[in-house]
């Protein structure tokens, strides 16, 4: 998902552009070994006096063994809530301008690191340079904006009969946590921790256990900023350390983002507390492309509603469903660009599409292709693991972007979740028909259409069943406008205003001005 570039750096965009082609590049694939712990509470990093079973973790764009994962158990995971508990008290106490200033501090250090930041991610997830800067990018932003807000959190004034009166006060919850996914690493920690902590919450945050480093990152730049220690922590583990988060009575909310059974699992679990979850699933999008549609703005739409993240994007539109007269020459024009997206080294400027997170997710992904092509569906181009040219590049994680003709409503590539590079083109004849196809699913994460028609465009989005909708566009999410699905793809929201809803909670007083009317 993408910032608008314009407005992701303080440069203008050309300038911008013209930095990150100069910016010396600190890191190589195959070059970096994590030896330091990433494991985080308390304002440094721990490892635990227990012996336990390390989890080995893998450069996506190599295969080799990057760095080793130590799980925290129930002691460690007692102790990360501890020093969160511990640092509510004193942050929750201060103003919304004084939790600013540190947000707006940690803001200007990432900026400051923004490459280095942007090359960890790279090695942790394999997602191209040039993307990962504008998710950098997209963190940083997350926590301007909320720093902006926090001084604005206020109640309300009413004014009763007799002089008497009430008011309202918006307080933090307490405790937090979140679990990550493994697609944005960075700026998933950054779209949580930055609502929580600028509504006077503190946080303790998982990262997916096949990308645990960034997230540690931006807990020592919180840190550096002059944060209480404690305030943002976190804990590295599987399905057990989530289980021990949820299931912690310190634990005052769950922010997750993830696949719908983990969702699932997670509600259930916060459930047992009574306590509130924000869910941000998985997707099954849509793409809607009338034959008066702007098309070489379509192709591009098309483009990157499949291909962003190798694919690895829960609102990708992998149902592209095309005017039936339009279609060859849609068809034509994506095929022809689809071939020529750069696969190899994420770290190299010119790569377009980097290496899928890990080995069974590229199995998975490519066995999506493979019934596909049983289920009757034509490939068009691509759907093949790729071993780029580099030798110290085979162990990697790579395939060729599919694109999916022939395809039906009926066909496992179009009901289920892929999250990888595989497009898949369906025709349809009229608006009525398309948005009865586009919302025959369970989920409801995201939506795109493309029309030169300003009243079908609307008339549209209003009857998709979608949290997020894109009109002319898509995968465009800027950090001011909420995000979050409909249907099975989750509750609540990431970003914009109302976030400031699901991390506080709403205090009502009364004030008796006269005497008490009493019937006894």
């Known amino acids: 998902m993408l910032q608008r570039l314009a407005a992701s750096r303080r440069l203008p965009a050309a300038a911008a552009a013209a930095a990150a082609a100069a910016a010396v590049r600190c890191v190589s694939s195959g070059s970096v070994d994590i030896k330091v712990p990433l494991n985080f509470w308390a304002g440094k990093r721990q490892t635990s006096p227990e012996k336990c079973n390390k989890e080995n973790v893998y450069e996506p764009a190599t295969g080799r063994v990057l760095c080793h994962l130590e799980p925290c158990g129930a002691v460690e995971v007692d102790q990360a809530v ?34 280095e930041i942007a090359e960890m991610e790279v090695v942790d997830n394999g997602k191209s340079i040039t993307e990962a800067r504008l998710d950098v ?8 904006y909320y720093a902006a807000l926090a001084s604005t959190l206020a109640g309300q004034h009413v004014q009763l009969p007799g002089g008497s009166f009430a008011y309202t006060r918006r307080e933090p919850l307490g405790v937090c946590v979140g679990i990550g996914a493994w697609n944005y690493p960075f700026q998933i920690a950054a779209w949580k921790s930055a609502p929580a902590l600028a509504c006077g919450n503190s946080m303790v945050f998982k990262p997916s256990p096949v990308t645990p480093v960034t997230a540690v990152m931006l807990a020592e730049i919180y840190a550096k900023a002059g944060a209480p220690e404690g305030l943002l922590n976190v804990v590295q583990g599987g399905p057990e350390t989530g289980s021990l988060l949820c299931h912690h009575p310190d634990v005052a909310k769950v922010s997750f983002t993830g696949s719908v059974s983990t969702g699932k699992k997670i509600m259930e679990m916060a459930s047992k507390g009574v306590k509130p979850v924000t869910l941000e699933l998985g997707g099954k999008s849509p793409l809607l492309i009338f034959q008066d549609s702007d098309l070489e703005n379509a192709v591009r739409g098309a483009m990157m509603a499949n291909f962003l993240s190798q694919g690895q994007v829960c609102s990708n539109g992998t149902r592209v469903f095309v005017q039936k007269d339009i279609l060859p020459e849609f068809v034509e024009e994506v095929v022809k660009r689809t071939r020529t997206i750069e696969i190899g080294d994420p770290l190299l400027e010119s790569t377009r599409m980097g290496a899928l997170v ?23 181009y691509g759907g093949e693991a790729f071993v780029p040219s580099d030798p110290k590049l085979r162990g990697g994680y790579y395939m060729t972007p599919c694109v999916l003709g022939d395809c039906t409503d009926e066909m496992t590539c179009v009901k289920e979740e892929i999250f990888g ?69 989750g509750i609540g929201r990431e970003n914009g205003q109302v976030t400031v809803e699901y991390y506080s909670q709403l205090k009502t007083v009364f004030v008796e001005m006269g005497d008490v009317d009493s019937l006894f």
């Open 82 to 115: 501890k020093a969160a508990k511990s640092a509510f008290g004193h942050w929750s106490k201060m103003s919304g301008m004084e939790r600013a200033r540190i947000m707006i501090e940690a803001a200007h250090i990432i900026e400051s690191r923004r490459e």
């Open 137 to 144: 990018d997209s963190g940083r932003l997350c926590i301007e």
């Open 358 to 380: 890990n080995q069974p997710h590229l199995e998975k992904v490519l066995s999506f292709v493979d019934q596909a092509k049983k289920e009757g569906a034509t490939v068009l």
């Open 421 to 489: 590079p595989v497009m898949s083109v369906l025709s349809f004849e009229t608006e009525e028909e398309v948005l009865l196809r586009a919302n025959d699913t369970t989920m409801g994460l995201a939506a795109g259409v493309f029309t030169r028609d300003v009243k079908r465009a609307h008339r549209v989005v209003e009857y998709l069943k979608a949290g997020s909708c894109f009109i002319n566009n898509y995968n465009i999410t800027p950090v001011e406008v909420p995000f979050g699905g409909f249907k099975m793809s």
